[in-house]
């Protein structure tokens, strides 16, 4: 009788751990039908790429020509670059566009490419053959009505996309009398900008709010050289950054970039200018406004920063500083100069890899969600 209740207290316990462990493989059979979200893709890819790889992806550069060439594939399969811009050097016709950025996205390897333009209006406005240019941002804002701004933007977002550009720089965000600025008052200015972002999102492409935290009050192209705005935080808070805070309230920051200036803003920061400020990145733009999407510096060849500056240690101070993307529009020196500056930076440690896996994980949820 004994060996019989030993017999079956060993059977029941088999059974009971057969059963449990059909259990866990329905329950990881389960998990694994699961959908994956968008955060856990992302997460897969960044974990899949090399540090080379993340590093690419934190810069964008200008190419040369109107189809792909030895040097824009080396820049990109060589050093794993993850953004593009264009310029009218790159446009022909719409057919030859299309062409060109197909062939660039065709050697991205993991991720799309950001493939940007400066597609503002009035004075700045590229592919004028068969990009149809927006009246300036001046013009509209003087007209009062916002919704002109609202449908440019979308005709513009639509026709970008139609192309194969993803990202506009534009609208320019700025406070001031320049014809590529809506308005000198910052509350006008925020509606037109805010009008702007609209018609982009209508058109599911990423926009670009420039030039934080404003360059209205500049008297000296970035161009050629530095210039400081000699304006208080509350100016600045009260007029200058209207336009920035109300996309920034209001909008998803999966939908849109902000462009960080070359101007000093002593206020702020008296010793370096915004593309290379902590202050003005991290503490304002993210801590005090709380952006927490893809910050991009406008071009690191602008005299404002290379003319005080190396290359190779441009880009660390701008990543430093906050930005996640370095941009560098015109020469493979200068580009190549940013992205080995960039990744001996991260392979010493100066940058941690911590740091670089945030900037990647923004930029490459961005591309995910707006890959055409």
């Given at each position: ?30 998990n ?10 992302v997460?897969a890819?960044?974990a ?9 992806q ?6 040369h020509g ?8 080396f ?7 993850g ?9 022909q ?6 062409k ?8 991205a390897?993991?991720?799309?490419l ?5 597609e503002?209006?009035?004075?700045v406005a590229?592919?004028?053959g068969?990009i ?55 509350q006008t ?6 009008a ?39 100016e600045?808070?009260?007029q200058?950054l ?49 952006f ?14 290379s ?22 529009c015109?020469?493979y ?28 994980k ?5 591309k ?5």
């Open positions: 009788m004994g060996i019989c209740r030993r017999f079956f207290a060993l059977t029941l316990v088999l059974l009971l751990m057969l059963l449990s462990g059909c259990g866990k493989g329905a329950e990881a059979d389960e694994a039908k699961k959908p994956q979200t968008l955060d856990d893709q997460d890819i960044v899949g790429m090399s540090l080379p790889e993340k590093v690419g934190m810069v964008m550069i200008g190419v109107t189809e792909i060439n030895d040097d824009s594939r820049m990109l399969n060589q050093y794993h670059i953004g593009v811009i264009f310029f009218d050097r790159n446009l016709s719409a057919e030859q566009t299309k060109l950025t197909a062939d660039l996205q065709a050697q390897a993991k991720v799309p950001f493939i940007a333009i400066d503002e209006g009035g004075p590229r592919g004028k068969f149809e240019p927006p009246p300036s941002a001046q013009s509209l804002g003087q007209s009062g009505d916002n919704t002109q701004a609202e449908a440019w933007a979308q005709k513009t977002g639509n026709r970008l996309k139609e192309l194969g550009i993803n990202v506009n720089f534009a609208p320019v965000a700025d406070v001031g009398n320049n014809p590529r600025e809506y308005s000198a008052d910052g200015a925020a509606k037109f900008v805010a702007a972002a609209q018609g982009y999102e209508s058109a599911h492409i990423i926009y670009t709010l420039k030039h934080f935290p404003g360059i209205g009050r500049g008297q000296v192209d970035s161009h050629i050289d530095r210039s400081e705005i000699p304006a208080t935080k509350a600045l808070m009260a200058d209207l336009p920035f805070k109300e996309i920034i309230a209001n909008h998803s920051p999966e939908n849109f970039m902000v462009m960080v200036s070359h101007l000093v803003y002593p206020a702020l920061d008296k010793d370096h200018t915004a593309s290379l400020s902590a202050e003005i990145q991290t503490k304002l733009l993210r801590q005090e406004l709380g927490d999407g893809v910050i991009v510096t406008d071009s690191l060849e602008m005299g404002a920063v003319k005080y500056g190396d290359f190779r240690d441009l880009g660390v101070q701008a990543i430093q500083a906050g930005a996640d993307i370095a941009l560098v015109h020469e020196p200068r580009q190549t100069a940013v992205y080995l500056g960039l990744l001996d930076a991260a392979e010493k440690g100066v940058i941690s890899e911590e740091r670089i896996n945030q900037s990647v923004r930029i490459v949820k961005m995910l969600l707006h890959r055409q």
